[in-house]
């Protein structure tokens, strides 16, 4: 079966860290670039960051660079979010999601996991 | 400008047609995604792409269609039904061409 499964949120306090796990299963991991983007209750959704399907290129929005860190593992199909520093605006669903691409140069998420809820508070 | 711009709420009559749409620079430099949310689900793919109109994912049903003109890409429901219901989100990239950027969300109501 085709999907992603996000794990490792819960609740932490200011100034703490977390690690995100996501695991692949039913496709080719190695070959496909992977995103985290994140949702706040009742807000829209923000991109966080992807990492290329070689793991040579790695992109982070703005408002987490330098505190958070994206990677993968291919030999266990997970891809990972190091978040350190958090603040209570990194309070939100964080979804991964599959990268899929045209020979135009298009990129689209395809495929998206459940969410896994991350909670920042004192 | 990387910033993506949806009306922030839409709403159709059930059976009626409704258009949703998302204006910015990125569409025009590169292509617009869409997709829909429920409450409590994660995001689902609609269309994507710069020929949007092609591009249905696969599953949705033919009553959402897509188009791109200039800086707009439209998703058009037509015979919108109460499951269309839903957050409405558009995507690209943003300036730099290495950041994805979503628009604000569109959220349909169907009376």
């Known amino acids: 079966q085709v999907q992603l499964v996000e794990s490792g949120g819960g609740v932490v306090q200011p100034g703490s860290s977390l690690r995100l796990s996501c695991v692949a299963s039913?496709?080719?991991?190695?070959?496909?670039?992977m995103h985290w983007v994140r949702q706040a209750p009742g807000k829209g959704l923000e991109w966080v960051a992807v990492?290329?399907?070689?793991?040579?290129?790695?992109f982070y929005a703005d408002s987490v660079k330098g505190r958070f860190t994206i990677s993968r593992d291919d030999r266990s199909n997970t891809i990972y979010l190091q978040m350190n520093s958090l603040r209570a605006d990194d309070t939100a669903f964080y979804y991964c999601?599959?990268?899929?691409?045209?020979?135009?140069?298009?990129?689209?998420?395809?495929?998206w996991g459940q969410g896994t809820l991350v909670s920042v508070s004192s | 400008s990387s910033e993506l711009t949806q009306d922030p709420s839409v709403s159709v009559a059930l059976g009626q047609t409704v258009r949703i749409t998302c204006q910015g620079d990125?569409?025009?430099?590169?292509?617009a995604n869409w997709y829909q949310q429920k409450p409590g689900q994660a995001p689902l793919l609609l269309f994507y792409?710069?020929?949007?109109?092609?591009n249905r994912a696969s599953g949705i049903p033919g009553r959402f269609s897509g188009f791109i003109s200039g800086n707009t890409a439209s998703l058009t429901i037509t015979e919108a039904q109460a499951e269309d219901e839903a957050d409405y989100y558009c995507?690209?990239?943003?300036?730099?061409?290495?950041?994805?950027?979503f628009g604000g969300g569109t959220r349909l109501t169907v009376l």
């Open positions: 792409g710069r020929n949007n109109r092609d």
């Open positions: 995507n690209s990239r943003d300036s730099s061409g290495n950041h994805v950027v």
């Open positions: 039913g496709f080719t991991f190695s070959t496909y670039g």
């Open positions: 990492v290329w399907y070689d793991g040579t290129n790695k």
């Open positions: 990125s569409v025009r430099r590169y292509y």
């Open positions: 999601a599959r990268d899929k691409w045209n020979n135009l140069g298009d990129n689209w998420l395809d495929l």
